[in-house]
């Protein structure tokens, strides 16, 4: 396939990815709100784990499964980044299920540019002038928000930000594939989910239900709602690199705070509009200078 096309496919299975998170994900998640954030993480986690498992079986992708079992250094970091993206996948859908979507999508209007920072810090990438703005713009926002009013600190936005900065920091120091990475992760969590819904089942609190398969579905379909969407971001990512798909992921937290404020009506008070209103310069700065430099 030509480069040129190459770059397209890329550009719009990334714009799809992020689509898919920005709007069919919160639409999902918060239609199945009603089952709680408990159950909604367990299930989360239980059909991507799942999902997970067959694709790697239907591609063929034992050997190289088998492959990270066997290395000692990659089951240390998928542990640890395991734990991270399930904190992640936990205070999201806790965000989604109690009407807090608008501080979810401020996390991931922060996220890349934490990710500068952390690739500065721990790999001493390079930081230009509007980097460093963008970080200092970011930092004060938070600050601002953390003095003017405490009550008002977004703090579901900020565990969302650091979690997956966090975890991509992680995932980068070692060579695997994300799907097959992120199966490791889910075996990791897999046990403390699988105790977490038999006392769910035990005590009569589950919704999921074998007499009502419609609903059965509807909660399984969690797997793919999470595995697709990822699939389709980073395959755009290999396609047309980290440059194009920086600026085009920002469609998922404008759809997200889009979604929270006009059909959800979620409150945005004057402090946190005046904070965002801070992280949305930065976020253009740092999008100029990203494409004055691809």
């Not at 989360?44 to 591609?59: A, D, E, G, N, V």
């Not at 807090?100 to 401020?106: K, L, N, Q």
């Not at 697709?228 to 396609?239: A, F, H, K, N, S």
Request: proline letters at 3%; glycine letters at 6%.
């Amino acid at each position: 396939m030509p480069k040129n096309n190459n770059f397209n496919k890329g550009i719009f299975l990334t714009a799809a990815g992020s689509f898919w998170w920005g709007l069919i994900g919160v639409i999902y998640f918060k239609y199945i709100a009603f089952a709680g954030h408990i159950e909604v993480v367990i299930h989360r986690s239980l059909w991507t784990t799942t999902m997970l498992i067959l694709t790697t079986i239907f591609f063929s992708k034992k050997d190289k499964l088998f492959k990270v079992l066997k290395n000692k250094k990659n089951l240390l970091v998928l542990f640890f980044s395991g734990i991270l993206i399930f904190t992640n996948w936990a205070v999201w859908i806790y965000a989604v299920t109690t009407d807090r979507v608008i501080d979810a999508s401020f996390g991931y209007f922060i996220m890349p540019i934490i990710s500068i920072f952390l690739g500065f810090f721990f790999f001493k990438e390079k930081l230009s002038i509007k980097g460093k703005i963008s970080i200092s713009i970011v930092i004060s926002a938070i600050l601002f928000l953390v003095i003017s009013d405490y009550q008002s600190l977004p703090w579901v936005g900020l565990i969302v930000a650091l979690s997956w900065s966090f975890y991509n920091l992680l995932r980068k120091k070692i060579s695997v594939e994300t799907d097959i990475g992120l199966l490791v992760e889910s075996l990791f969590i897999l046990p403390a989910i699988l105790i977490a819904f038999y006392f769910l089942v035990q005590n009569n609190l589950n919704h999921f239900d074998i007499s009502n398969p419609r609903l059965m579905f509807i909660f399984m379909l969690a797997g793919p709602m999470t595995v697709i969407p990822l699939y389709l971001y980073v395959r755009g990512v290999e396609l047309c690199g980290l440059g194009p798909t920086g600026m085009i992921f920002y469609i998922t937290p404008t759809l997200q705070f889009l979604l929270g404020y006009f059909l959800y009506n979620e409150p945005l008070n004057m402090l946190k509009l005046i904070s965002f209103i801070f992280i949305w310069i930065a976020v253009f700065i740092y999008l100029k200078d990203l494409y004055e430099n691809n």
